[in-house]
């Protein structure tokens, strides 16, 4: 029986090394923050800034669109979204000490007029309908155990003909036993199904123009640099931030390289329009 929670992934763990970085560049708890001074340190997925601007420049997003970003983590990408295009970013974060610190982020950084922070589940939280130009995720739906149900309230929270922008980890092979238990555990990742199924989950919530993009490649690749750049900054890093907090997310970064390279894990990004009409489906 597994005991595992989404608060133990080595990555939400030890949240006070934004903290420590920022002091590093002589910014104090409660500095006002210059955004580009957060970029380096606050976007937990793959590719930085790069990878949420690519969503921007497809979405269209400017100072009008309202856009829902689920699993919003300490608030990188909404931020990131929100300084370059002046969009309206909702950003939902399961986890309310993530929450709390992404929050004051904001403030500090001063985009709160355009980036409204909310603490709920993507599953079961309240979500108005038809009120979002654009819905966004980075690496957070593999967290979450209903795709099936996420996808339709998502679709249910665009206006029509909307779209939709999700990066995420996926399956290529079965994972050998241990590699599943690691995923589960360690990543929590309890929703990583194939691609086809990924894509099938779009259709049947009703999105239309579904495309997938495999990333395996470039995410594998990506995750052997990031280990062993880790790895070579070992020094500098446990002085700032501890040895304990270094050695969690070495141990979190080598498994992810360990899986890409196993063949097993696979790396998707998706997008999609919300129905031109009305859904029939009862609203879960
Ligand atoms: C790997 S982090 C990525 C954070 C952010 N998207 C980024 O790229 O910087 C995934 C986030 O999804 C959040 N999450 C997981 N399940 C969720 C749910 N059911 N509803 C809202 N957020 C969720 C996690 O708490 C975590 O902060």
Known sequence: MSDATIASVPLYTNLDRIANELAARGIGPSDPIPPEQLFAIDQWHYHGT????????????????????????????ARYLAHVTGCHV?????????????????RRCGLGERVTHRCGDALTCSLPEAAFDAVVSWLAILHIPSRPRLLRRLARSLRPGAGCYIEDLAQRAPFSDRDLRDLRQIIFGVSVSSIEDYIGDFHAASFTDVEATDMTQDWSAFAAARAAAWRAGHTDYARVHGEAAYAAQEMFYDLI??????????GVRLTARAPLAP??????
């Open 90 to 106: 909702t950003a939902l974060e399961l986890q309310p000490n993530l929450n709390a610190l992404a929050e004051d982020l904001t």
């Open 50 to 77: 790069d990878a949420i601007r690519a969503a921007a420049d497809h979405l269209l997003l400017g100072p009008a669109s309202r856009v829902l970003d689920v699993g919003s983590g300490v608030g990188g990408p």
């Open 257 to 266: 390289r360990r899986l890409y390279e196993s063949g097993s894990l696979a």
């Open 279 to 284: 859904i029939a489906s009862q609203w879960s």
